[in-house]
Nanobody, 121 residues
Framework: QVRLVESGGGLVQAGGSHRLSCAAS????????MGWYRQAPGNERELVAT???????NYAESVKGRFAISRDSAQNTVYLQMNSLKPEDTAVYYC???????????????WGQGTQVTVSS
């Protein structure tokens, strides 16, 4: 089984910075990609940023230039550095990983439990 554990959520003032971490553990042969998604009350879950095993990144337009995703492949960990935070960034942030648990297994997506980020104005 694969487990994703997020950390770093909390209360931040608008304009401030914050960093989220997510560590994957369990039976892991390889991780193709990792990413962050978020869900605000009343909204659907949306992509924030992703990073491939090769280091290619992708960002939602709303966070480009403010957020940076990075990955430590040796530690199976992904980070989200959030700068210039806005109240509209308030949401539960979820970590996602596309994992192959053994060489012959298909890739599957796994989710963390989510961590709340609240940006006060």
């Amino acid at each position: 089984q694969v487990r994703l554990v997020e950390s770093g959520g909390g209360l931040v003032q608008a304009g401030g910075s914050h960093r989220l971490s997510c560590a994957a553990s369990g039976t892991i042969f390889s991780i193709n990609g990792m990413g962050w998604y978020r869900q605000a009350p009343g909204n659907e879950r949306e992509l924030v940023a992703t990073v491939t095993s090769g280091g290619r990144t992708n960002y939602a337009e709303s966070v480009k230039g403010r957020f940076a995703i990075s990955r430590d492949s040796a530690q199976n960990t992904v980070y989200l550095q959030m700068n210039s935070l806005k109240p509209e960034d308030t949401a539960v942030y979820y970590c996602n990983a596309i994992v192959r648990v053994r060489s012959t297994a298909p890739v599957m997506g796994y989710w963390g439990q989510g961590t709340q980020v609240t940006v006060s104005s």
